[in-house]
């Protein structure tokens, strides 16, 4: 049996291994392909870790949460265009994401009349600026729902066939 870690300052690996009670070597039998020292040296950043890693130990896991971590704070593409979603419940992302839609719904003519001559003037820059962070608030929504129903198909409360095209 692996001892436990009182190490402060655990990754998002580590922690998520440890509330699923699992030592580094069990989840390496798990996952099949990755020792238990890849494991450790995932967990304390002493090598830079892989997308195929983190899918691995998301699935394992049954935490998609840690592939839109790994998007948003270590890859050097997502750092700069993948937000980190923050999990939530069902109730509070539809609350946001009719919101922001009703939000949308007041500025949409706005919108097509700063659009209109294909320009931005300095008079509807600010205008058009609200705008944009309104549908990033949206984006953001549809991000989470979709962590969401990962998360639920993970923990298998839903039926991944049911999102197949």
Known sequence: MGRSSIKENKSIYQLTREELKLTREKASELIGFMSPERIEKIENAKVNVQPDDVMALAECYKAPKLCNYYCANECPIGQKHVPEIEIKDLAQITIETLNSLNKINKEKDRLLEIIEDGMIT????????????????????????????????????????????
């Open 122 to 165: 300095d008079d509807e820059l600010n205008d058009f600026v609200c705008i944009k962070k309104t549908l990033d608030k949206i984006s953001l929504s549809v991000d989470t729902l979709q962590l969401w129903i990962d998360q639920a198909i993970a923990n298998g409360n839903l039926d991944e066939s049911a999102f197949a095209d």
